[in-house]
C-alpha cells in the first residue's frame, strides 16, 4: 500500500452519469487482487476533505494502467468526473481484502453484480477466467441507459442483463432471474446494493459465496471507526467487521445484512 | 534526534511536538504498517471505557466545507482488552502513550484511570470529559467547572501519571473550565475536542448522522482552536496540547504562537495517513528558515510580545 500522484490518462462517461477512469503509476504494480480499493483525493482542496474509496475494475501490470468505474453522484465523484487525460490523480492503495481465488478450481463461478457495484467483478472474472474457471455473469441495471460493460463481460464469458423496467435483457432483478432459471454454480461472487446482497444470502442460500459491501468510509484503513458492521450470530452486539480493512469481500454469513 | 523539535511536558517526554490525536489514529496498529510509530513525539490512543462499547449505528461520518462530522460513540474492546492486548503491542515502540480515558460515571473514570495509568508505557493520561457523541458522560463532565474540577481530583488521586485534561468547546466560557481543571491538579489541557454540528441529507430530509449531531473536526475548526488556546493560555500556567485542523507545518507554527507547547494531529490521518511523519520533517525545514532554535521559544509568541511592548 502506498500514496502517490497518478497521471488520468482517459476519463470519459461510458453509460447515464457512469464514468471510466484510467490512470497511470507505479501503484499498479501492486493491484494484483480483485476486490480491493483505491482512496482518491478528487480535489487538493478541502472541499471535500476526505478521500473517495472507489473499486478496482481493470488492470494493465504491464502498462502501471488502473480502470476505475464510478458514478459521478456527490461532490467528490463530480470532481472527479471533471478530470482530463494528464491532470494528476491522488490514489492511496489498494487497500482492503480482495475476493480469494485459491479456494477455486476447474469449477463455475457465479458472479453477481447490481448497478456501480459491477465494476470489481471485471477484474475478478478475468483473473478467475485465467485460472481455467468458468465464468457465468448477471448484471443487473436500473434500464438499458445505465448499463455498462455487457461486451466486456460477454467476452468472458455468458453474460446475463437484469434491467428494472425491462428497456434490455431480462425484466427484474438478479435473483428473479436466478431463481426462475437456475444456473448453476459452485461458488457465487457478488457486488451490489445491500438489499440485492439480502436478497441472495436469504433467497439463494448459496454455499459457498463472497459478498462485497460498501459502507460510507473515513480513512479506509481501519483507524476511524466509520464502517464498521455487526457481525451475524453476536449476541452480545458488541462484535463488528470494519468493511475497509477486515473486508470489503466477507463470505456470507458473516455481516449482518 | 533533532534539538529543535525536542520538548518536555509533564510525562511527555518527545522528540518532536506531533502526536497523533486520540480517535484519528486507533491503537496505532494500521498506521505501524504505514511507517516507524517511534518518530512520533507521543500517541494518543482511542478512548478507553471500562466496558468494550459498539459506538452508535452508522452512517457515522459526514462532510462539511473544510471539515467532517464524526459521531463514532467511543468505540473501543475496553479497559481488559486496552491493557492486555492495545498496550503491549505500542510498547515494541520507542514513544511515549498519551491515553485517553472516558466513562458514564466518575467511578468509570476512576477505575480506567487506575489501571490504564500503571502500563508500563502509558506515561500520561488525558481525561475525556468533551466528547459530544455520547449520551451520557463525556460531555456532560465538561461542560459545569464544578463538576469537571471534581472528576480530576478524583482521578489524580489514583494515577500514577500526569493528568491532560480534554477541554470541549461546545462551552460559553473555556477559560473558567481550564483554571477550574488546573486548580483541581490538571497538569496539563487537551484542547480542542469537535464542536457539535449537523447536516441535513436534502433527499431524505432526515440528519445524515445516524446520531443526528455529531462532532465537527478539521481545518474548518482551526480558527476556534487557535482563539481557545489564545485565550487559555494566559490564564492558565499549565501546559498545553493544542489540536484542531492541523494539516500543514505552518499549522503547527500557529498553534504554538497561540500557547501550544505540543500539537495533536487528528482529521489529517484520514485525509493522508502519512501526514505525521510528513509534518516532522516540514517542520524541522519551516524552523530552520525562521532561524528558530527550539520550536518552545514560540510558545504564546502572539500573547507574550503585546505584554513585551506595552
Known sequence: ???????????????????????????????????????????????????????????????????????????????????????????????????????????????????????????????????????????????????????????????????????????????????????????????GPTPMLNAIEQQLHPERAYFSFEERMGCGIGACFACVCHVQGDETGTSYKKVCSDGPVFPTGVIQL | ????????????????????????????????????????????????????????????????????????????????????????????????????????????????????????????????????????????????PEVAAALTKAVKEVSEVPVYVKLSPNVADIVTIAQAVEQAGADGLSMINTLLGMRIDLKTQQPILANRAGGLSGPAIKPVAVRMIYEVSQRVSIPIIGMGGITTADDVIEFFLAGASAVAVGTANFVNPFICPELIDELEERLSTMKVDNINELVGRSWSSCYNQS
Open chain 2, 1 to 144: 534526534m533533532s534539538k529543535k523539535l525536542s520538548i518536555k511536558l509533564p510525562g511527555l517526554e518527545m522528540k518532536n511536538p506531533i502526536m497523533p490525536a486520540s480517535g484519528c489514529f486507533g491503537f496505532g496498529r494500521e498506521f505501524s504498517k504505514l511507517y516507524d510509530l517511534s518518530s512520533l513525539g507521543a500517541i494518543g490512543i482511542k478512548a478507553t471505557t471500562e466496558e468494550s462499547r459498539f459506538g452508535n449505528p452508522t452512517p457515522r461520518v459526514a462532510e462539511t466545507p473544510g471539515g467532517m462530522l464524526n459521531a463514532i460513540g467511543l468505540q473501543n474492546p475496553g479497559l481488559e482488552k486496552v491493557v492486555s492486548e492495545e498496550l503491549p503491542f505500542l510498547e515494541s515502540y520507542d514513544v511515549p502513550i498519551l491515553a485517553n480515558i472516558a466513562g458514564t460515571k466518575t467511578e468509570d473514570y476512576v477505575n480506567v484511570a487506575e489501571k490504564v495509568a500503571k502500563a508500563p508505557n502509558v506515561t500520561a493520561l488525558e481525561l475525556n470529559i468533551s466528547c459530544p457523541n455520547v449520551k451520557e458522560g463525556g460531555i456532560s463532565f465538561g461542560t459545569d
Open chain 1, 1 to 191: 500500500m502506498r500514496r502517490e500522484d497518478t497521471v488520468v490518462t482517459e476519463n470519459i462517461e461510458i453509460a447515464r452519469n457512469i464514468y471510466q477512469v484510467t490512470f497511470k503509476g507505479e501503484i499498479v504494480s501492486e493491484m494484483t487482487e480483485p476486490g480491493q480499493f483505491l482512496h482518491l483525493r478528487t480535489s487538493d482542496q478541502y472541499m471535500p476533505l476526505l478521500r473517495r474509496p472507489i473499486s478496482i475494475c481493470d488492470v494493465d501490470i504491464d502498462r502501471q494502467e488502473c480502470t476505475m468505474l464510478y458514478r459521478a453522484d456527490g461532490e467528490g465523484t463530480k470532481q472527479l468526473s471533471d478530470k482530463r487525460q494528464g491532470d494528476q490523480l491522488d490514489v492511496l492503495g489498494p487497500l482492503g481484502n480482495g475476493f480469494p481465488l485459491d479456494t477455486i478450481k476447474g469449477e463455475t463461478a457465479l458472479l453477481v453484480g447490481g448497478g456501480i457495484g459491477v465494476p470489481p467483478l471485471y477484474y475478478l472474472s478475468k483473473k478467475l477466467v485465467e485460472k481455467g474457471v468458468n465464468v457465468f455473469h448477471v448484471l443487473g441495471f436500473a434500464s438499458a441507459e445505465d448499463t455498462f460493460y455487457k461486451q466486456q463481460f460477454s467476452e468472458l464469458g455468458e453474460t446475463i442483463i437484469t434491467t428494472i423496467d425491462g428497456s434490455l435483457g431480462y425484466q427484474g432483478f438478479v435473483t428473479n432471474y436466478i431463481l426462475e432459471e437456475q444456473p448453476p454454480y459452485d461458488i457465487l461472487y457478488s457486488c
